[in-house]
């Protein structure tokens, strides 16, 4: 184990022997480290924190604090992230609230800029790309696979569905949909299929086609969004029926 002198590790904290804490970092009591997992320096992590394995963590970095909501009572809630996260310099995680189901999550394999805000019980999933200054707030939903671009607040409640490209600067004030690309550019409207991104993760030219399909009849037909989402429902395919689903179960409508 490696523990820079300056390292503040308190009693209780769980801290394999393949890890390494850097200098002036706190760990405590309650916090349990997988195995090789790495912080750099200056980093905070407190609370009931479950990490799992090969994290690191860079300066400055504020993990399982409490929640910036004025109900917080010091409640005993949760941050749970997976494995191989690359979490940059001044990035914050708050822990959960009971009023938000008591757990702020991170999945894996997702990289986390500078800057970047994951508020009180936010479900992050894995693969995803938080840019610089990217903002949480609380209660929000990020799918697997989405990226959402540097200084992008993301409204409470919203969900940010699977391999959407959110643009930096974007307001985020509703449900962005899978597969989209929505920017500020564009008035924060969505303007068609994440082509390049889903290329890049290996999407074959006959998704992408019945994608574009989709698309089509949401963004540029004259149809209402339910008449479209019935016509999507005749395309075959998974990736058709989640897109559906997903504008079917939001609360908060969906950015068109």
């Known amino acids: 184990m490696s523990i820079h002198a300056s390292a503040l590790v308190a009693d209780g904290a769980v801290v394999p022997d393949s890890c390494t804490i ?3 970092c706190t760990v405590g009591a309650e916090v349990v480290l ?3 997992c790495t912080l750099v320096s200056h980093v905070v992590i407190d609370g009931r924190t479950r990490i799992g394995e090969g994290n690191i963590f860079y300066s ?5 604090v409490s929640p910036q909501d004025l109900k917080y009572d010091g409640a005993p809630t949760q941050t749970v992230i997976g494995n191989n996260n690359t979490i940059r310099e001044n990035v914050t995680i708050s822990r959960g609230t009971t009023g938000g189901g008591g ?3 991170l999945g894996s394999n997702n990289l986390l800029m500078v800057g970047a805000h994951i508020g009180h019980d936010c479900q992050v999933g894995s693969n995803c790309i938080l840019a610089n200054l990217a903002t949480l707030a609380g209660h929000v939903v990020i799918e697997d696979f989405a990226t959402v671009g540097a ?3 993301v409204h409470q409640f919203c969900t940010v569905g ?3 490209f959110i643009g930096g600067g974007t307001i985020v004030t509703m449900d962005v ?5 929505t920017s500020a550019k564009r008035e924060n409207k969505a303007f068609g299929v994440n082509k390049v991104g889903l290329e890049r993760r290996g999407f074959t030219p006959e998704r992408l086609k019945t994608l574009q399909k989709a698309f089509r009849l949401l963004l540029v037909s004259k149809m209402n969004t339910t008449q479209a989402v019935e016509k999507i429902k005749e395309l075959e395919g998974e990736d058709a029926a989640l897109l ?13």
């Open 151 to 153: 200084f992008c607040p």
């Open 34 to 36: 997988g195995e090789n």
């Open 103 to 105: 757990v702020t999550r």
């Open 177 to 181: 949909l899978p597969f989209s690309k």
């Open 22 to 24: 850097g200098p002036f």
């Open 162 to 164: 699977q391999y959407a």
């Open 244 to 256: 559906v689903a997903f504008i079917e179960r939001s609360h908060r409508g969906v950015i068109k």
């Open 60 to 64: 400055f970095c504020a993990i399982g």
